[in-house]
């Protein structure tokens, strides 16, 4: 299983690699994109917990 998941990694890591040398500009848009829909999500889950523990600190107070 583990030579499995190397092998997985492996590829994947060439296939960015690949990627990155066949369109250099695509690549950093792409990056970018995923960054930002990193950035949102981690803002909607802080949100989400933030309102959990303003209403749990309101309940137990």
């Known amino acids: 299983m583990k030579k499995i998941l190397l092998g ?3 590829c994947a890591a060439v296939a960015g690699v690949v990627f990155y040398l066949s369109d ?6 792409t990056v970018d994109d995923l960054k ?3 950035d ?3 803002g909607k889950v802080k949100d989400k917990f933030g ?3 303003d209403e749990f600190e309101n309940t137990m107070s």
Not at 24 to 29: G, M
């Open 40 to 42: 949102d999500a981690y």
């Open 36 to 38: 930002n829909k990193a």
């Open 24 to 29: 250099e500009e695509k690549f950093k848009d």
């Open 51 to 53: 309102k959990h523990k």
């Open 8 to 10: 997985a990694l492996v």
